[in-house]
T-cell receptor, first 109, second 115 residues
Framework: GQNIDQPTEMTATEGAIVQINCTYQ??????LFWYQQHAGEAPTFLSY??LDGLEEKGRFSSFLSRSKGYSYLLLKELQMKDSASYLC??????????WGAGTKLIIKP | DTEVTQTPKHLVMGMTNKKSLKCEQH?????MYWYKQKAKKPPELMFV???????INESVPSRFSPECPNSSLLNLHLHALQPEDSALYLC??????????????FGAGSRLTVL
């Protein structure tokens, strides 16, 4: 079957670093997306990885290991506005998105 | 314009009502999607339109009826819904239909409550 696993909830402190992990098992693989969703708002695109390695975009970085079926989203210099849910989604062999349930990130002062 | 606009933001309806959700984008995207999202759950794909034609229907009950009048508009007609259909309904668009790593642009959603 197809499965995406990510932690349900994480807590971190303002100014710190947090890593949100995602493991995936999908029929075929055409890349992995991370989206951010604030409560009551639309998901917004953060990153897309299809090759192994780390992609950095400002305070946010995303890592992929295809052999391990593993990705993480790294958030640095956390700000209160980073409190949101972070959704991991894998693109399968039919280019269909398989979504994880999301990780709710709580930032404390 | 880089937005997907959904109306209404909130909708309360009875099980015998007929209502519609609307979605609009002016980015020239050729694929449009309807997703359903329950609290603390990921979005569930309902329908995909590619070049204004229905390309994917994820076995959605017939009480949900999609319509794509033109390349910028997507509607979801609702009739005889059940309380368990209460959810956030998200519209999204992407530059091209499936077949590539298309980034989805989502609307803010329509929160539906069925009494």
């Amino acid at each position: 079957g197809q499965n995406i696993d990510q932690p349900t909830e994480m807590t971190a402190t303002e100014g710190a670093i947090v890593q949100i992990n995602c493991t995936y098992q999908t029929s075929g693989f055409n890349g992995l997306f991370w989206y951010q969703q604030h409560a009551g708002e639309a998901p917004t695109f953060l990153s897309y990885n299809v090759l192994d390695g780390l992609e950095e975009k400002g305070r946010f970085s995303s890592f992929l290991s295809r052999s391990k079926g593993y990705s993480y989203l790294l958030l640095k210099e956390l700000q209160m506005k980073d409190s949101a849910s972070y959704l991991c989604a894998s693109l399968d062999s039919n280019y269909q998105l398989i979504w994880g349930a999301g990780t709710k990130l709580i930032i404390k002062p | 314009d880089t937005e997907v606009t959904q109306t209404p933001k909130h909708l309360v309806m009875g099980m015998t009502n007929k209502k519609s959700l609307k979605c609009e984008q002016h980015m020239g995207h050729r694929a449009m999607y309807w997703y359903k999202q329950k609290a603390k759950k990921p979005p569930e794909l309902m329908f995909v339109y590619s070049y204004e034609k229905l390309s994917i229907n994820e076995s959605v009950p017939s009480r949900f009826s999609p319509e794509c009048p033109n390349s910028s508009l997507l509607n979801l007609h609702l009739h005889a819904l059940q309380p368990e259909d209460s959810a956030l309904y998200l519209c999204a668009s992407s530059q091209e239909p499936s077949g590539g790593a298309n980034v989805l642009t989502f609307g803010a959603g329509s929160r539906l409550t069925v009494l």
